[in-house]
């Protein structure tokens, strides 16, 4: 009777423990679910190459902004493509993105970190065929370049169609991999580290276009940029900082690049976060203050 009594204890405490440990694991996908409910309307994702609004889910940008809307030039090519987890404003003159925004939030960051994420070597570059003058992936071959995630892949990492789409050449610029995987992949890794204090980070990533650009591709229309930039928005924090690196091997660390909102507003001609409030929008662009920041100290 009494080893009865015992078997029974021990399966009721492993029932209770399976029931804690789903619990968890609806509590972390009702928090990504809530982040796409206040971007996007409540409709079916988007699947890879699929724009059309009746068949997705469309960001919300029309009426009221968001912190993902970029307002650019008028002069300036833009097709604007809602992924999942990514908008690509895309520029099919150069077949590069004007940039690149998406939100990361701490329980995103927490499942691309864990045992059960999604690796990236599972993962290849595809053109997005919907796209206007999207890249193939073997456009860069023999280039000399690396294809830059502008967005990059340990931020997708969380989920198959965000990985999926991250790999689509509409998020990929032409970069030396001295950078790339140099003082860049550094602001990268940082960014990454930071959205878990933070909670909620709001990433904008891009090339800044000039008339002076060298081309690579069979057809030489693939515009290579001669630098590039990161502005990164924590609105719990109410704080921003933005960085700019040339596309070469830089000689300092990547703390040394960090730059004003407003100075990459003024390389670019873009508008970030136009749907703030003006009096917070001009504090947090006109500062740089790296030590407002969580350390982070790369591995070299």
């Known amino acids: 009777m009494k080893k009865h009594l015992i078997y029974i204890f021990m399966l009721t405490a492993v029932l209770l423990t399976g029931c804690r440990g789903g619990n968890e694991r609806t509590e972390e996908t009702a928090q990504i679910d809530s982040f796409y409910k206040s971007a996007y309307n409540e409709e079916l994702p988007v699947e890879q190459g699929q724009h059309d609004k009746q068949e997705g889910k469309e960001y919300k940008s029309t009426g009221d902004l968001s912190l993902l809307d970029v307002i650019l030039p008028e002069r300036l090519d833009n097709e ?21 925004a998406y939100e990361l939030t701490s329980t995103m960051t927490s499942m691309a970190d864990s045992r059960d994420a999604e690796n990236r070597a599972d993962y290849k570059f595809e053109r997005d065929h919907n796209v ?13 370049y690396t294809r830059g995630h502008m967005a990059p892949a340990m931020d997708m990492r969380w989920d198959k169609k965000a990985m999926e789409q991250c790999f689509l050449m509409t998020n990929i610029c032409p970069q030396l991999d001295e950078m790339n995987d140099g003082e860049w992949r ?4 940082a960014v990454h580290k930071w ?28 515009a ?6 990161k502005v990164i928005y924590s609105p719990g924090q109410n ?6 690196m040339e596309n070469k091997k830089m000689p300092n660390s990547w703390t040394n690049y960090a730059t004003t909102i407003d100075k990459v507003e003024a390389l670019t001609g873009y508008d970030f976060f136009a749907g703030l409030e003006d009096n917070v929008e001009n504090v947090i662009e006109s500062k740089q203050n790296i030590k407002d920041w969580p350390a982070y100290y790369p591995r070299r």
Do not use: Q
């Open 80 to 100: 604007t493509v809602h992924y999942k987890s990514l908008v690509v404003y895309f520029n099919k003159h150069y077949r590069v993105p004007n940039c690149v």
């Open 132 to 144: 206007k003058g999207c890249a193939d992936w073997w456009d860069y071959k023999n280039s000399g």
């Open 186 to 189: 550094h602001v990268e890794e």
């Open 195 to 222: 959205s878990r204090t933070a909670k909620r980070l709001i990433v904008i990533t891009g090339p800044i276009l000039t008339n002076d650009m060298e081309y690579i591709g069979k057809h030489g229309d693939i």
């Open 224 to 229: 290579v940029p001669k630098s590039f930039f």
């Open 239 to 244: 704080r921003a900082i933005a960085f700019v």
